[in-house]
C-alpha cells in the first residue's frame, strides 16, 4: 500500500459517512465519492438523496463496484462508502448467498488502495454484537464484511471508531499473530441484514483461526533496502556511499581506545564546536535511528504528523508507543515540495526528512521553521544532509527555534553502517529529557572515535559531495534519454525514477541481477523506484538494462 489509509467503523445511524466526509476533506484536495450502494427500494433513494445532499458540489461521485480502478483512476482523496453495501453488490452479481467460496471477495478489498497516490478513506459497518442472524445469506454477509473490515485494518494506517457521532482513534494493531480473515464470529449489531432476516441471540461468539505475521502495513514499515540485494547483485538500493569507509575513518576505529569506558563529554564537546553550540545541546546516538525511539519515550507526545513520503523507521517507533500518526503528504505536482500549511494544528510532534528519502527533495530552512511553535516538537531528519555543499541548507545552527530537533547521521557518506553512530542537537531542556532515557554509555567507543572523525574531515566531506552530485548529475541525464523514464533530480545520493509498471520493472531488473528500491514507502506511488548514485560504468549498465526491459 502506498497512500494513507483511514478505515472508518460504525454501526447504523452511528454518523460513520459523516465523520469519513469530513476526514476525506481535510487535506483540502480534490474528492472522489465512490457510491457502492444501489437503490432497491424508496427507502434507499431517500437514503441515497441525503448523502448526495450533504456532498460539496465540488467533489466527483462516481458509482460502481469496481473499487479498486475507482481508486486507482482518481486524483486526490478517495472516498468509498461503504464496505456493507460493495458486500451486498458483490454477493448479488455473483450468487453468493447460498454457497461458493467468498474468500477472493474478502482479499481483492485489502489491496483497494496500492493504486492510490493521495488519501483513501473507506466507510465500514461495525458487525458482532453477540447476536446471529437465522438466515443463511445474512450470517455470510455478516461474516463477509467483518473479516472484510478486519483486512482493511491490518493495512490501514488509521481506524476510527464512531459511536453516536463522536469518533475515537483505535490503538495500532499489536505486532504478533493477527486475527486473520476467517476469524469473523457470527453476530450483528443492530446493521440491517441485506435480507431483512430476523436475529436471535448466541452465547458461544468464539473467535476461530488465527493467521500469523505482522500485519502487511507493519512490515512495509520495516522494510530496508539493506534486505533487497541479493548475492552478487549489482546494488543501487542502498545509499551507503562508497565499498568501504575513507582512510581517516578507518584510521579512527583502528585507534579506539576500547578498552576504556566511553567518554561522550569529550564527542560531545566535538559536535557542539562543530555546531556552535554547547555541549548542553547534544545527544550522541547509537546510529540517528535511535533518535526516533527516543522522542516517543522521552517526550511523549499524543498525535504525530508525519511528512511523507519519508524514512520509515521514525513511524515505526510511534506507532510502536501507540502514538496517533497523521500522514502529511508532500506535493508530488511540485516537486514533492514541503506545504507546512497541511499539518495538522493540533499535532504536537513534526516529522520530516531534509534532504528527504526517497523523494531527494532539499527543503528551504525558513520553510521548516514555519513548524516550529511552543508546544511542539519538529524533529527533523538530516541523514543525507552530508551530501550537500551548502552548509546552510541545515537547521543545526537554528535550534532557538521552539521545538526544534535536528537529528544527524554518520551512516551514508562515511560507509560505516555497522558501527552505529549519530547525534543530534536540540534545546538544552529538550536535550536532557532525551539523554535521560538513554543507557549509560549508549554509545560505542568506535563510535565517538568516528563521529569526531567524521566532523575533522570537512574538507574530505566538501570534496566528495562534489564529485557525487557530479556523478549524480551525469546519471539522471544518462536515464532521461530512456523513453518512458521520468526522473526526479535531488540533493543527496540517489534519485527518483518514475516508470509505468514500477513493481514489474523492479522484479525485471533484479532478474538481471541489478537491485534497485522499490516503492515500499507510504504515499510513494508504485511506478517510483528509487535509485543510488554509482560510478559511470554501474549507471551505462543500468541504463542499458532499463531500455532492454521497457
Known amino acids: 500500500m502506498t497512500a494513507e489509509l483511514i478505515l472508518v467503523i460504525g454501526g447504523t445511524r452511528s454518523g460513520k459517512s459523516v465523520v469519513a466526509e469530513r476526514l476525506a476533506a481535510e487535506p483540502g484536495d480534490a474528492v472522489t465519492y465512490v ?67 467468498l474468500d477472493g471477495v474478502v482479499s481483492e478489498a485489502g489491496s483497494w488502495a496500492d ?26 454477509w455478516i461474516d463477509t464484511v467483518g473479516a472484510l473490515t478486519q483486512t482493511l485494518s491490518a493495512v490501514a494506517d488509521r481506524v476510527v471508531l464512531v459511536v453516536a457521532g463522536r469518533m475515537v ?69 542502498v545509499n551507503v556511499w562508497g565499498d568501504r569507509p575513507p582512510a581517516h575513518i578507518r584510521r579512527a576505529l583502528g585507534d579506539a581506545a576500547v578498552g576504556r569506558y566511553p567518554n561522550l563529554d569529550e564527542t560531545r564537546d566535538v559536535v557542539a564546536g562543530h555546531t556552535g553550540l554547547t ?51 508532500r506535493d508530488a505536482a511540485n516537486g514533492w515540495a514541503l506545504r507546512p500549511d497541511r499539518v495538522p494544528d493540533d499535532a504536537d510532534l513534526v516529522v520530516l526528512g531534509n534532504p528527504n528519502n526517497p523523494t531527494g527533495t532539499l527543503d528551504e530552512p525558513s520553510a521548516i521553521v514555519q513548524l516550529c511553535r511552543p508546544g511542539r516538537i519538529v524533529l527533523v531528519d538530516e541523514a543525507f544532509m552530508d551530501f550537500v555543499t551548502d552548509n546552510r541548507s541545515s537547521l543545526t545552527g537554528r535550534v532557538d527555534m521552539p521545538g526544534l530537533v535536528v537529528v544527524r547521521s554518520v551512516t551514508k557518506l562515511w560507509a560505516v553502517p555497522g558501527v552505529r553512530a549519530g547525534w543530534l542537537v536540540a534545546d538544552p531542556s529538550i536535550a536532557e529529557r532525551l539523554r535521560a532515557h538513554q543507557q549509560p554509555w549508549p554509545v560505542s567507543t568506535a563510535a565517538l572515535g568516528v563521529i569526531s572523525a567524521s566532523l575533522s574531515g570537512q574538507s574530505w566531506r566538501l570534496d566528495t559531495a562534489a564529485g557525487i552530485a557530479r556523478r549524480r548529475t551525469a546519471m539522471v541525464r544518462r536515464l532521461e534519454r530512456i523513453p518512458g523514464v ?27 541481477g541489478i ?15 528509487r535509485v543510488a548514485v554509482r560510478d559511470a560504468a554501474a549507471t551505462e549498465q543500468l541504463a542499458q538494462t532499463l531500455e532492454e526491459i521497457l
Open 115 to 140: 493504486g492510490a497516490t493521495g488519501r483513501v478513506v473507506v466507510v465500514a459497518e461495525q458487525v458482532g454484537g453477540g447476536v446471529v442472524a437465522t438466515g443463511r445469506g445474512t450470517r455470510r
Open 515 to 529: 537491485a534497485v528500491r522499490p516503492s515500499t514507502f507510504p504515499l510513494l506511488p508504485p511506478r517510483c523506484l
Open 169 to 237: 482513534d483505535l490503538p495500532a494493531a499489536p505486532v504478533g499473530p493477527a486475527v486473520g480473515p476467517q476469524a469473523a464470529g457470527p453476530g450483528a449489531d443492530g446493521v440491517v441484514p441485506p435480507h431483512g432476516d430476523v436475529v436471535a441471540p448466541h452465547s458461544d461468539n468464539a473467535e476461530v483461526g488465527a493467521g500469523v505475521g505482522a500485519p502487511a502495513g507493519e512490515r512495509m514499515l520495516a522494510a530496508h533496502g539493506d534486505t533487497m540485494v541479493p548475492e552478487g547483485a549489482l546494488d543501487f538500493a
Open 279 to 329: 555541549r548542553d545541546h547534544v545527544v550522541l546516538l547509537a546510529g540517528a535511528a535511535e533518535a526516533f525511539w527516543l522522542v516517543p519515550h522521552a517526550l511523549r507526545p499524543t498525535h504525530a504528523a508525519i511528512v511523507h513520503p519519508t524514512f520509515t523507521a521514525p513511524e515505526a517507533a510511534l506507532r510502536a508507543c501507540g502514538v496517533r500518526i497523521t500522514r502529511v503528504p
Open 35 to 101: 457510491a457502492t450502494g444501489r437503490v432497491t427500494d424508496p427507502e434507499m433513494d431517500r437514503r441515497v438523496a441525503a448523502h448526495r445532499a450533504r456532498r460539496p458540489s465540488t467533489w466527483t461521485t462516481v458509482e460502481t463496484a469496481d473499487v479498486a480502478a475507482a481508486i486507482a483512476e482518481a486524483s486526490g482523496t478517495v472516498l468509498v462508502d461503504s464496505v456493507g453495501t460493495w458486500v451486498q453488490a458483490r454477493m448479488d452479481a455473483e450468487d453468493l448467498w447460498d454457497d461458493g467460496d
Open 486 to 512: 521520468t526522473v526526479h533530480d535531488g540533493a543527496a545520493n540517489f534519485v527518483l525514477v518514475e516508470v509505468d509498471g514500477g513493481p514489474a520493472v523492479h522484479r525485471a531488473l533484479l532478474a538481471r
